[in-house]
């Protein structure tokens, strides 16, 4: 065991400088939630469609931003992107762009699955009522889906929060931001990685438990 | 089509099926099936598992597409129809299933009212007082705000029969609508389905295996093997004395069941 000595007193000094990075990280992850989720439905109900061309286009956006690393994605829309269009954005909105990007592929994906999971008979019985199909999908088909995605939809927008923390390279001040500029201070990493260790969580478990009380709003089971 | 692309009445048969053909790659399932069905009749289909009884049906409806061959509903060639044409003879033929299909996701109320809302532009109180009516209609009124997982096979059955019939349809196709249920619950289905031809006369295609409601209800009968009809008959002398061979084994394995 190292002789390394805890003193924690650091983060009753600065803990809420600490905690203050939270509100950066949810005002970067919320907004890549809704877009992710938004453009997540586009793209699957694209790959649905009997239209080759929105398939293939929906295929091509899913398989791009699922394969570039975060990383490489935030650093490429935040520094390289800047000298070839002659746009540059705020950290933070380089990060929600970035984030909103990825998640959107891991989305289309989780709804994917969903909409897979509800069995053919259903359009059928539908579609044999006289439904067009915008309509079967819309009413029969998406509504269930929805339910069905909710908890693999749970671990995208977990995912998009935890990468929140890979904006500290581009200095959006989130907690690990702070922790980093903290312990370049006062020499107390243990601490205060610790303690935004303890912060995530809290964000996360808060999200899940959001998440888990939507799930209990489906009044209805599978048949 | 007629104005408004409704399924107009003609004069000669309201169905016919002239030489169809369906394969599934190589499988053939329709081997060149050819009859008529007139206004207001009743048709049994029967024919051990995999004959294509039920693919004929489905074929009937648009679901599945035929290979060759012309399946005319009301004047409309389900065979070539355009995706609003299909649309407009579905609107007007009922589907009930074997295993029901409900919207898991709706009350009874809505599973029923939703179509002629959606489709017919009906005001929603409209649609769920005729709604209501039906329910009364298949006997289970009191269901109305339940969610079908809370109802028993015959139940979700009747509720699948009320929901077709509020589209108001010309032609009702029943696949095998008792056979996923407990026989204590096959009556009650087959007795709404007999109150449905009571009161409304319409036309029907009936697969099934019920002889005793086949007997009762259905003008005609008509045994399909291996995509192909075997034997056609008023119903009473098709199920007590067939003509050919084969039929007589069928009717006989049947009864033994």
């Known amino acids: 065991m190292s002789s390394y000595t805890f003193q924690f007193g650091i983060l009753a ?102 909409i897979e999971a509800i069995p053919n008979t259903q359009s059928q019985a539908a579609q044999s009522l006289g439904f067009s199909k915008i309509q079967v999908f819309r009413y029969i088909t998406l509504p269930q889906a929805a339910f069905a995605t909710l908890p693999a939809l749970t671990n995208v927008h977990i995912t998009i929060i935890k990468n929140v923390t890979v904006t500290v390279l581009i200095a959006v001040p989130e907690v690990m931001f702070r922790a980093q500029e903290l312990t370049v201070q006062f020499f107390r990493p243990l601490e205060l990685y610790t303690g935004a260790a303890v912060l995530y969580v809290a964000l996360i478990w808060g999200y899940t438990v959001l998440m888990r009380s939507l799930e209990k709003l489906q009044k209805w089971q599978p048949i | 089509m ?138 289970i009124p009191e269901k109305a705000d339940e969610f079908p997982f809370r109802l028993s096979g015959g139940q979700r059955q009747r509720v699948a029969i009320a929901r077709a019939l509020a589209m108001e349809p010309k032609l009702m196709l029943f696949d095998e609508p008792t056979s996923a249920l407990d026989p204590e619950m096959r009556e009650e289905v087959l007795q709404v389905i007999r109150h449905v031809h009571d009161v409304h006369g319409m036309t029907m295609v009936v697969v099934t295996h019920e002889i005793g409601f086949a007997k009762s209800v259905a003008s005609r009968a008509m045994l399909v093997e291996s995509g192909k009809i075997v034997e056609e008959a008023p119903a009473r002398t098709f199920f007590e004395h067939p003509k050919e061979e084969r039929t007589r084994r069928f009717v006989q394995a049947i009864v033994n069941e």
């Open chain 2, 2 to 139: 007629a104005a408004g692309g409704a399924i107009h009445m003609t004069s000669g048969p309201f169905v016919s099926i002239r030489d169809v053909h369906k394969s599934y790659g190589s499988l053939k399932v329709i081997n060149g099936i050819s009859f008529d069905i007139a206004q207001g009749e009743v048709l049994v289909l029967c024919g051990p598992s995999g004959c294509g009884k039920s693919t004929l049906l489905r074929c009937m409806n648009g679901l599945e597409r035929i290979d060759g061959g012309d399946i005319i509903v009301g004047g409309v060639n389900v065979a070539r129809a355009s995706s609003e044409e299909l649309q407009h003879v579905r609107m007007s033929t009922g589907l009930v299933f074997q295993n029901f299909n409900l919207f898991p996701h709706m009350t009874v109320l809505r599973n029923i009212a939703l179509a002629p809302i959606k489709i017919k532009g009906m005001p929603a109180s409209d649609a769920e007082a005729l709604a209501h009516l039906l329910l009364e209609s298949v006997g």
């Open chain 1, 13 to 114: 000094d600065y803990g809420p400088y600490l905690a203050g990075g939270l509100w950066h990280a949810w005002i970067t992850s919320l907004p890549s939630i809704i877009f992710a989720t938004v453009i997540g439905v586009g793209l699957a109900s694209m790959q649905i469609s009997h239209q080759r061309l929105l398939r293939t286009a929906s295929i091509l956006f899913v398989d791009l931003f699922r394969t570039l690393p975060v990383v490489v994605l935030l650093i490429w829309i935040h520094y390289v992107l800047p000298i070839l269009s002659g746009v540059s954005f705020s950290p933070t909105t380089s990060s929600i762009i970035a984030l909103s990007l990825n998640g959107a592929a891991l989305a289309c994906e989780a709804f994917r699955g969903g």
